[in-house]
């Protein structure tokens, strides 16, 4: 046995925790850069936790300039930020992107460089200064993970900075702050996170050396990261659709809240597969929304793979509350493919690449990029080269996953 488990340094979760972030940032530095968004820092709860730190905490910059998929142009201008106040702690509130560019202002201000620099597996060579990191979404789980997501103009696909020194060392989950998040990112971002948690489950499990763990950021799964997965698919299966039709339903945000740290912990070590390789050309070529992109891909990967995972498929199914009793597991996964194929149509994830403005012409070349992207695609169970890749886009371009004898 070999393993590793990776998180925040102190992980606090529950309705109304949102009121020790003060505290945690003024015990972690006394001059803090706030990153946010300008629609966040517009609504009341965020408000007031800016507020507050203002009390708590001697010098408080705020960069809330934050755009969607981390471009380079917000790493420069919050880096700059950071720099005129000499920060020496950063507390993200936001989602997916605002926690992604927190981590990579925080590896510049203590490392420099430029974020090229860091591209890649475990480029970061040590700690960076402290990050408290405060979701507003159920989704990406950032708040837990040791993954910074951005795009690059010069470059066709987002690209990674994957180390182990920049998971946040606070994250404070409060279901509280997601109450006002609309019903499209509630629908994206909830994809997303029942993707970590199907993607960590059925990752391809990897044999080890035992520096292995700190020169690798994914490893595949393994018994812990399969408890965190199912305990995440199980809360997001029955709440998902709940909190995408009726955001004041705070049972359902919860349960989101808790299905997303906890599918975060899985990816952290198990890491995602083919689907989130494969969003990487099609999300920049498309500039659609990630979560949308690996739910609309989530099916037709796990198909692909249905001959290696159709055991765990079951279970799924069995997770998700499915009656799947006295079934066998090529049953059980025909009845989980189609539940999910319903999900996705209820929460408004369209079904083909085709409805997104995929051209058929590029799916080659979308597999190809894709196939380069190692640190994801090693994960995936089932075939990875190229032809096979392409197989996958080619079925969720014309949605037919009909399985032939």
């Known amino acids: 046995m070999l393993e590793t488990v990776r998180g925040p340094r102190q992980l606090i979760v529950g309705e109304g925790v949102a009121q020790n972030i003060p505290r945690v940032v003024a015990e972690s530095g006394s001059r803090v850069l706030i990153v946010t968004d300008q629609v966040l820092l517009g609504q009341p709860g965020v408000a007031d936790i800016v507020a507050a730190v203002r ?3 001697e010098v408080v910059e705020v960069f809330s300039d934050a755009t969607a998929d981390v471009p380079l142009t917000d790493v420069a201008l919050a880096v700059s930020a950071a720099a005129e106040v000499d920060a020496d702690v950063i507390l993200a509130i936001g989602g997916g992107t605002v926690i992604d560019l927190a981590k990579i202002v925080g590896v510049i201000r203590r490392h420099g460089g430029t974020p090229r620099d860091y591209y890649g597996e475990s480029r970061v060579p040590g700690p960076t200064i402290p990050l408290v990191a405060v979701p507003t979404t159920s989704g990406t789980g950032s708040e837990l993970t040791p993954v910074s997501v951005l ?3 010069d470059r066709a696909l987002k690209v990674g900075v994957s180390s182990v020194h920049i998971v946040p060392d606070f994250a404070i989950v409060d279901p509280e702050l997601t109450y006002t998040c609309p019903a499209t990112v509630t629908a994206h971002s909830g994809i997303d996170a029942f993707c970590h948690a199907v993607e ?5 499990p990897r044999a080890h050396g035992p520096r292995d763990p700190v020169e690798q950021v994914f490893l595949g799964r393994n018994p812990v990261t399969d408890h965190y997965a199912l305990q995440a698919a199980r809360r997001i299966a029955r709440s998902l659709r709940r909190a995408v039709s009726n955001g004041g339903d705070t049972q359902a945000r919860a349960d989101m809240s808790y299905g997303s740290m906890l599918a975060g912990l899985a990816f952290s070590h198990a890491g995602n597969a083919a689907p989130h390789a494969l969003q990487y050309p099609i999300g920049a070529a498309t500039h659609t929304p990630h979560g949308l992109g690996v739910g609309l891909l989530l099916p037709y990967a796990l198909d692909a793979a249905r001959d290696a995972i159709g055991d765990r498929l079951a279970v799924l199914a069995r997770v998700c509350g499915l009656d799947v009793t006295d079934a066998s597991d090529a049953e059980a996964t025909d009845t989980f493919l189609t539940w999910l194929d319903g999900l996705l149509a209820d929460i408004g994830i369209p ?3 085709a409805d997104i403005g995929v051209a058929r012409a590029d799916l080659p070349r979308f597999a190809e990029m894709a196939s380069g992207v190692t640190r994801l695609i090693q994960n995936h169970p089932g075939p990875t080269d190229t032809a096979s890749l392409t197989a996958i886009l080619e079925a ?10």
């Not at 960590?200 to 391809?204: E, I, L, N, Q, V």
């Not at 969720?396 to 004898?405: F, M, Q």
Request: hydrophobic share 20%; proline share 12%; charged share 35%.
């Open 151 to 153: 795009t690059d103009p």
């Open 55 to 57: 009390e708590k905490v």
């Open 351 to 353: 079904p083909t690449l």
């Open 396 to 405: 969720a371009w014309t949605g037919d996953r009909t399985r032939r004898p």
């Open 200 to 204: 960590s489950y059925t990752a391809r």
